[in-house]
């Protein structure tokens, strides 16, 4: 008999133990109504939660055979919850899904319908908010100024609740980084994405746990993951600036030469544009460096392989970075604990 495909549910749980059951109870019948084609697991991540979440999910477990539970040690943030959970499940596809029901589960037919389809990424696209005015206007321009600044696109309005296939799963285990940004590294893939649109609901339950500072990290996190644009802004003031007081410098000298200036105000004028002049180029070029090593220790994927026609191997999903130009391909990790052949495996 063929396998049911496993979809694999995440959700993040902060601090959510009102919101555990209500979950489970919207959850459980849509997996059923479900359960022809496709088997569930539930893959809950207690991102430090001291409420008793994760004694109440550790009991349902027990009770409820889809249901797993991954305890960090202390809070890591939303973020790293989410990816923690992608890498650990086990599901031909995985949906994202947050503990407090802002989400409607019943989407998750549509969104493995658009799956089945051949779409790697569908996401939720916010239709109505019910948040506050400030919110959205903030959210809004957030992303307005991340699409200005990027090199990837970024689907407006869409939100976290998303289903990622395996092959975007895979592509993410290529990327290493310290200030993770899910919904960046996705939209760098350029797998095929199409958006559902839903209604949002206000939070019922509890209190939102991502307060106006950790938006406003996750903000700086989206800028800084997808450009290195304020950095090569810092170079170009700073050429531009070196290029004025060179200018000044040589209209002080001069101004000396003709002697219509007070005595030693030339020569001290001249030695703070020259200490300007070096400071603004050198940052530049310190700048310039610093934006090659953040792109290079980023370790994005280089290039990612979606299918292979007459190919005996199986789909890797990456191919090593290698910065040089004109160079063959010369596949090197850092890492220790990776084969020196850059882990492209025999088939099995
Ligand atoms: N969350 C988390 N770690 C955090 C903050 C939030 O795992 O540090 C979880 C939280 O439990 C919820 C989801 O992330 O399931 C979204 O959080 P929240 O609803 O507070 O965000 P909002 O909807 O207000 O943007
Ligand atoms: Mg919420």
Redesign the pocket.
Known sequence: MKRNKLISII??????VENVDPLLARLDPVSDSLAARYDFEYVF?D?GSDDGSFELLAKRATQNRRIRVLSFSR?F??QR?IITGLLECRGDAAIQI???L?DPPELFTEFLEQWEAGNDVVYGVRRGRKEGKIENLSRRTFYRVINALSEDHLPPDAGDFRLVSRRVIDALEEVDDYHPYLRGAIASFGFDQVGVTYDRSA?ERGE???RWR?MFSLAIDGILYHSVLPLRFAIWIGALTAALMLGGIAWYVLGSLNSDLPPGLATTVVLIMAGIVLNALFMGILGAYIGRIYQQVKRRPFTIIAERVGDDAPTESAAQPNDEIGEPTHPRRDSGSEPPDGGIEPPD
């Not at 959700?11 to 959510?16: A, D, L, R, S």
């Open positions: 959700i993040p749980v902060f601090n959510e991540i991102d809070n943030g939303f919850a947050d503990a407090d802002q939070r939102s746990k991502l950790k």
